[in-house]
């Protein structure tokens, strides 16, 4: 007897379909609101990730078209053009560009000279002999650019993700010289 009143009472709350649209709604509109600022936040971030890819690209392209030697200013001014295209700060972005060779005598990579602007460290023998799984095969004394990009990112909402800094590593072939020459500034 009991069991089949409580058993008739939920099934009329089952099927009962009154409620308040205010009340519903006060429910659901932070949970929707929540979702909508986690997937913005996400594309932003895939967005960021292909804009300093985009960056990246257009600064190791610059750089392998150059036949006159380049300089601390030079390098001064692709840091400015990845804070432009990035549309980020410039205490944000580092660049730092090395001219790496393959020496087929000592079967290793090595390199020519590494220059960099902003907040990343000076690039070392033991890490370009460490490349040589990302770089490509190069005949004997063959030289390309490698490039790398580096932005602090944060994202625009607290949805979880973390702040991050994103780095591209991108290699060129120098294309009007034999390779990119490194000019110190007279003073």
Not at 35 to 64: E, P, R
Request: without cysteine; aromatic residues 12%; charged residues 20%.
């Amino acid at each position: 007897m009991i069991v089949s009143r409580v058993l008739r009472k939920m099934r009329q709350f089952r099927s009962d379909e009154r409620g308040s649209v205010s009340i519903e709604t006060a429910i659901i509109f932070p949970a929707i609101f929540m979702v909508i600022l986690a997937l913005f936040t996400a594309f932003h971030t895939f967005q960021i990730y292909a804009i300093n890819q985009k960056a990246a690209y257009t600064i190791a392209d610059m750089i392998s078209r150059e036949t006159n030697p380049i300089d601390p200013d030079y390098l001064q001014g692709t840091r400015e053009l990845l804070r432009y295209m990035t549309n980020g700060d410039i205490d944000d972005v580092s660049v730092r560009v090395t001219i790496v060779y393959y020496d087929a005598e000592t079967e290793a990579y090595s390199y020519d000279w590494s220059a960099k602007q902003g907040d990343v460290v000076d690039v070392t023998p033991q890490e370009v002999t460490g490349w040589s799984a990302r770089l490509p095969t190069l005949l004997d004394q063959e030289r390309i650019v490698v490039v790398e990009t580096f932005h602090y990112y944060e994202p625009p909402f607290d949805t979880g993700l973390l702040a991050r800094t994103i780095s591209n590593y991108i290699f060129s072939k120098p294309r009007y010289a034999a390779q990119v020459l490194w000019s110190e500034p007279s003073v």
